[in-house]
């Protein structure tokens, strides 16, 4: 990590001072750069990321690198535009992408992926996110207001989310349906599941779930809870490892468009 302010008359671009100050080939510094890893304040202004490496710097800027190799090396999975309008896009997240960067650098993230993806440029912000492990559908806005109007809607939980996922042991003994009224983190949380199907051999029952609150990590921590951990999920449960990832997916989103005023269903695939 490099964090360094920029001398008097330097006469340098934002890659021969970052270069100078990691000791870091200017080549390496420039592929940083390119990939989000390097920010730069000036004057009171807010942090941003620097990706252009002829970027001018002035005296009193202050430059930032978080410089990993190995992830600055990693090659990500390609997301996949499911539908666009003027106010948002919906996108199919595999998994293994993460929905936005962090100081590390944001190409191995969904919405660096949306704003290359769009000829001319869109801007592009967050609305909700999903675990870099978790694959499904998710929505960008392309404007500060519909950022805004899509939040609101989240936040009043006017939004169903509904995920499919696959947990360990019989869930029929709870019956074919249930609901998991557990608080997580002090905060009131439910999880309304229903049984799709249990595989006697493998143990392992699969739920259609549907959630309106999203509490951290939400729907892996009440089936850890009632003792039916996810298969599959790094964190939580024993018992519960696999070679094929975690078994949760986002399948589907349903609301009432802000914007067009009518109800909207978007899937991932498979629907």
Request: net charge positive; aromatic share 8%; hydrophobic share 35%.
């Amino acid at each position: 990590m490099t964090k360094k302010v920029v001398p008097v008359n330097y006469a340098g671009t934002a890659a021969d001072f970052l270069s100078e100050q990691s000791g870091l080939a200017k080549g390496k510094v420039k592929n940083a750069m390119n990939k989000g890893a390097a920010w730069i304040q000036k004057g009171r202004g807010k942090m941003r990321r620097v990706r252009k490496a002829s970027a001018a710097v002035n005296s009193g800027d202050r430059l930032e690198m978080y410089y990993d190799e190995q992830l600055l090396s990693r090659k990500p999975p390609e997301a996949v535009c499911l539908h666009e309008n003027e106010h948002y896009s919906v996108w199919h997240k595999p998994s293994g992408l993460m929905s936005q960067g962090t100081k590390y650098g944001d190409h191995c993230s969904l919405l660096r992926q949306a704003e290359l993806f769009f000829r001319p440029r869109r801007e592009v912000f967050p609305v909700h996110r999903l675990d870099r492990e978790v694959p499904g559908v998710m929505l960008i806005a392309h404007s500060r207001k519909a950022a805004a109007a899509l939040s609101v809607i989240f936040q009043k939980k006017e939004i169903e989310k509904e995920y499919r996922v696959e947990v360990i042991g019989n869930l029929h003994q709870q019956g074919y349906s249930g609901k998991i009224d557990l608080p997580l983190d002090g905060k009131p949380a439910v999880t309304d599941f229903n049984i799709l199907s249990y595989d006697q051999e493998q143990n392992v029952s699969i739920a259609k779930v549907l959630i309106k609150t999203g509490r951290y990590h939400q729907i892996r921590r009440h089936f850890h809870m009632i003792g039916h951990p996810v298969l599959g999920d790094p964190r939580y449960g024993r018992g519960n490892k696999n070679s094929d990832g975690i078994k949760l997916s986002a399948i589907a989103l349903r609301f009432r468009c802000p914007f067009r005023k009518i109800r909207v269903k978007y899937h991932s695939f498979p629907a």
